[in-house]
Structures are given as C-alpha cells and as structure tokens.
C-alpha cells in the first residue's frame, strides 16, 4: 500500500495513504542502508494491525524523492514560505539571507511572508519589499487582524507541498492555526523584554491545508550555517549583482575590496539595497574563514 508520511516522532511515522493513517514504524533495513524515511517521503507500507487505533504498519520501500532539505529535514517540497515578523522582533536580515541561499542551493522556489503588518509602519514595509523584490522574490504581508489579507498567501500554497520555516516568535504557528483549524498548533508568548519567541513547534510534521495542499511545518531554530560554498561564488547568489558584474573592471571581481567595481557603484547609486550588500559582505567573510556565525535568539 502506498501513501506519504506525514509526522514523524520518537520512532514512529504517521503514513496518510488517503483514507487512513497508519502508525508506522521503520523497517530495519533502512538503518543498514544509511537510508532514514522523512516527513513528505512516500513510501510503501505493510499494514499489520487494522484493530488498533490509529491502525499500524511498517514502512517497507521509500520511493524516489523529488528533492530533500536538511533544515528542515523534508522531502518532496514544492516550495518555502519563509515567515519573518516585520516588527517584535525585527527581522535578522543576515538569518533571512541565509534561508534565501539554502533555497537557492536545493532550486527551490522562495516566497517571503512578513507577519504582523497592523502594528508596521509603511516605511518598514516598503523597505522591505523594495529589499527583497529587487533580488526576484515574491512579498507578501499579511496580519491575523486582517484575514483578507491571507487570501494571496492561499493562492500561492493552493496544490503545492510547501515547507513553512522561520525564527522563532514569527507568527509560523498563527499562521498554520488559520490556514489549517484543524492544526490546533501550539502558539508561545514573546518575552516582553527581548521580544522573542518560544519554540512551540517539537516536530516536523505535513498538514493539509485544501485538496492536494499540504504545508509542512517545521521547529522554528536561530542559526543556519552556509557553509559549502566557495567565497568566490557567493555573489551568484545574490541575483541583483548579475547586470552590473559584467562592467567590473576586473573579471572575477569579488565586489569589496576591488577599484572600479560597478556593483559597488551601484551600491552608491542607491541600485543595490545596502543591507543585502551588507549581509553579502559578512557572509564572504565567515565563509573566507570557513567558520560558523550563529544568529542568537
């Protein structure tokens, strides 16, 4: 029997083949082959016990996977929405960068989602959008005051699987809660005095959220590593550099240090946001000394 797992925790996979959800553990075999099933996997299953409930089985084959991400730890996604508060807390635009590239890096397509917008000023949301659509990403901001303006982010999840990750104290949680009711998801309090989040999700766990609509929800965390890729090659990921690197004056520019560099003029000009040119330049530095820079809650 087929179908996709959809929560796994403490050993157990929970597999929706349709019509049912079998509680499922993993046959050993897979521990052999260093191969370990993921939540969005499908897979092939034995049932075993149709009495209990929930029913029980064992995962018996995985099928192929059409991609996998290691943070979080999924497969077979369609795309990221990536949830950011615009306000309480501020957004870490060097954290939010790094997700970008890890998207980059898996071809995966990412959506930005800015939450809290009734208690933002219009100046913070159009930096921004200014920000973040000059490098090609689709913004969206939204509130849980204001349910009209989910109706864009449901548009764009509508027949996809989509992983949902972000920091902590975000509104990830909120969100889900309103796409999917049934989700019944853990909400924490923000501290009062450094306007952060509590981790309220344990799990990695695959939601439905519309008919062929699944949202895969994900442990908020504080730090991602970017750590193989080659110095020289992180302006390719950064995609507003790419029309003016053709006017550098040295090919192979490097965009800090060198004369006559035309993204630098760029950056001068006011054409390349400053805080993606920022973030660029911390991120060359840690990966120049191949060592980790964690983001702190």
């Known amino acids: 029997m087929k179908g996709k797992i959809i929560k796994s925790i403490a050993g157990f996979y929970e597999v929706h083949t349709g019509e049912h959800v079998y509680r499922c553990r993993a046959k050993g075999i897979f521990r052999a082959l260093g191969k370990k099933p993921l939540v969005g996997d499908d897979v092939e299953i034995d049932v075993t016990d149709t009495v209990s409930d929930p029913m029980e089985g064992n995962v018996r084959e995985l099928l192929p996977r059409t991609?996998?991400?290691?943070?979080?730890?999924?497969?077979?996604?369609d795309q990221a929405l990536l949830i950011f508060a615009?306000?309480?807390?501020?957004?870490?635009?060097?954290?939010?960068?790094?997700?970008?590239?890890?998207?980059?890096?898996?071809?995966?397509?990412?959506?930005l989602c800015f939450t809290k917008k009734d208690i933002a000023t219009q100046e913070e949301i159009d930096e921004l959008r200014e920000t973040y659509e000059a490098c090609g990403c689709t913004v969206l901001f939204i509130s849980s005051f204001?349910?009209?303006?989910?109706?864009?982010?449901?548009?764009?999840?509508?027949?996809r699987s989509t992983v949902l990750?972000?920091?902590?104290?975000?509104g990830k949680s909120t969100l889900i809660n309103m796409l999917c009711p049934d989700a019944n998801m853990q909400t924490g309090e923000l501290s009062?005095?450094?306007?952060?989040?509590?981790?309220?999700?344990?799990?990695?766990?695959?939601?439905a959220a519309g008919e062929n609509t699944y949202l895969v929800d994900t442990p908020g965390f504080t730090s991602l590593w970017v750590q193989d890729i080659e110095p020289d090659r992180l302006h390719y990921y950064y995609p507003e550099f790419e029309k003016w690197?053709?006017?550098?004056?040295?090919?192979?520019?490097?965009h800090i240090n060198e004369p006559d560099c035309a993204v630098?003029?760029?950056l001068g000009r006011g054409e390349i946001s400053r805080i993606r040119y920022r973030n660029y330049c911390e991120l060359y530095e840690e990966l120049r000394g191949r060592r980790p820079i964690y983001i702190k809650k």
């Open 67 to 77: 991609n996998e991400l290691v943070r979080p730890n999924v497969a077979n996604v």
């Open 86 to 111: 615009i306000t309480h807390p501020a957004p870490s635009y060097n954290m939010l960068d790094r997700f970008l590239i890890t998207m980059q890096e898996r071809e995966l397509n990412a959506i």
């Open 146 to 159: 204001i349910p009209e303006s989910l109706d864009e982010v449901k548009e764009i999840l509508r027949g």
């Open 165 to 170: 990750t972000g920091p902590s104290g975000a």
């Open 192 to 207: 009062r005095k450094i306007h952060r989040g509590k981790n309220t999700t344990r799990h990695v766990e695959l939601l």
């Open 245 to 254: 690197e053709n006017k550098c004056r040295f090919n192979g520019c490097i």
């Open 264 to 266: 630098k003029e760029a």
